[in-house]
């Protein structure tokens, strides 16, 4: 049965993310999404994504594709979309998730055009003719008298056009008024619009910009409630007076606080390793990353942090999201990568760790064995890449040198090939069934035999794995089985012989 319309005070929940598609998605946009997410998943809402294209020259269709890539990725589902033909404003709500593609603004540019012109008609917006040079002359004039520098309406009240003038652009007449709101984050937030001056909204007709855009879509579309960036907080009174313009009800809003590097410094959208995708490649999993994400300026109630997606939707809200800047600390974000592998399913993470063989060259043609790697590897491993890279020589021994073969120069490669030699004896007479943990470590006094330790397992391990660090002897022949672990020790044998 359908739930009933969720309701906070009276206004059904929709959210929107609106990201504009002019580089790589960042983890600080998502964490935005996902902030919007998961209070639109925790009400039963509606959670809209928007993309905001309107500046033609600084968007483009590749960062539009790793948008829609990054958010399926992190599975941060939309419920609704235009009809195929766009532009049309309707609202084809109810459809079911994942069915619909995002908004464009670029195909909403007659809806825009509408609001423009009852804006100009109303006397609430007007043309303006200054050219650069006219604005910047205008800027050094006041800055002269003392004036902070902001437009100062030379066009506001035109009779007529200026003679010999094109208009240059199209702004909208901020009331020298102060304008308050009750921000969900921030508490009351107060502005004096006097220091705005007329804001430019579009360009002309076609090319309207965001703060206006914005405002007409968190209309037409319905939005109860605006979640982004504490860095957009100064547009909001200036929407604010935009929409009281055009008649349209003042959503609630509510600023996230900004991300921070390690040393509390602003983290820049442009750090090209902070794109979304790359956590991907990386080999980090999609719950990690939701539950670090959600970590950024947000605690839930007690001290469990390592959450699962539905824990997150239960315990969210807005409530719990701070004021002050949030720590980026990559560290954390390894912890619990490491923390939702190690709790995930071995055949879930066979399935997403399956590309990151593929890319370390390694074929597996054994599911059971892959599934027995991972289970040993998973502890280890901070993300899928490392868990790849780490289990190659499970797949096939690379290639090493005979000395490796020798412990801390304790012995040579006659001993070692002695040692190998007693080593298979004890194994050989094991059956395949015996290969497991347990039985191998009962054995392990058998296999050591009246040598040290290091003598014997060293060699052995190298024999098995091909190199230097990697885990114990008893973990790999468990993993590799008894024929495989016999030929590799042969191998070794004929290396340390030769
Ligand atoms: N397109 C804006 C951005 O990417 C959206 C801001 C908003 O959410 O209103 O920053």
Known sequence: MEAAAPKIAGKSIRVRFAPSPTGPIHVGSVRTALFSWLFARKYGGTFVLRIEDTDKVRSEKRYDDELLQGLSWLGLDWDEGPEPIGAGGQLPLGGERGEFGPYRQSERTEIYKKYLRQLLESGDAYYCYCSKEDIEAQRQMMLAQGLPPKYGGHCRNLAAPPEGK???????????????FKD???GKVMFDAALFGDI??????????????VVVDDALMQISHVIRAEDHLSNTPKQILMQRALGFAEPVYAHIPLILNADRSKMSKRFADLALLNYRERGYVPDAMVNFLALLGWHPKGDKEVLSREELIAEFDIDRVQQSGAVFNEEKLDWLNREHIKAMPVAEVAKLAAPFFAKHGITVLDEVMLKRVIAVQIARAKTLDDLAAASAFFFAVPEYEPKLLIWKDSSTLREVA???AHVRGVLEKMSADDFDHETLAGSL???VGERARGVVLWPLRVSLSGQANSPDPIEIMAVLGRNESLKRIDAAIKKAEA
């Open 166 to 180: 094109k208009p240059e652009v199209i702004r909208f007449k901020i009331p020298e008024i102060k304008i308050e």
């Open 184 to 186: 969900l984050v921030r």
């Open 200 to 213: 430019i909204i579009a360009k002309d007709l076609d090319s309207p910009l965001y703060n206006f855009a």
């Open 418 to 420: 002695e040692v190998l």
């Open 445 to 447: 006094p058998v296999i």
